[in-house]
Nanobody
Framework: QAHFVESGGGLVQPGGSLRLSCAASGFSFNAYIMLWYRQAPGKQRELVASITSNRDTTYLDSVKDRFIISRDNAKKTVDLQVNSLKPEDTGAYYC????????????????WGQGTQVTVSS
């Protein structure tokens, strides 16, 4: 069964940076698109970034040029470097995965990790 463990969140001031990490297990990591989502209070979970095994990436428009997704296939980890943080980036960040063949975010696993909280506030 797929399992995700996210870490690296925290409280930062606007303009700050964090590096979020996710350790994945229970599936063939190399064959999956890795995904980072976030969920702000009172809002639906939204896809923030994705990365294929070939390192092709996609980003939510509002985070382009500020966030960078990366993966280590040997370690089965996916990271999200979040820079120039804004208060609207506040939320719980989750990683997930989906098989190759559909648009990123179209078929993530039904199981989710505990997430890691990012709070941007002065």
């Amino acid at each position: 069964q797929a399992h995700f463990v996210e870490s690296g969140g925290g409280l930062v001031q606007p303009g700050g940076s964090l590096r979020l990490s996710c350790a994945a297990s229970g599936f063939s990591f190399n064959a999956y698109i890795m995904l980072w989502y976030r969920q702000a209070p009172g809002k639906q979970r939204e896809l923030v970034a994705s990365i294929t095994s070939n390192r092709d990436t996609t980003y939510l428009d509002s985070v382009k040029d500020r966030f960078i997704i990366s993966r280590d296939n040997a370690k089965k980890t996916v990271d999200l470097q979040v820079n120039s943080l804004k208060p609207e980036d506040t939320g719980a960040y989750y990683c997930n995965a989906q098989p190759v063949g559909g648009p990123p975010g179209s078929s993530p696993f039904a199981v989710w990790g505990q997430g890691t909280q990012v709070t941007v506030s002065s």
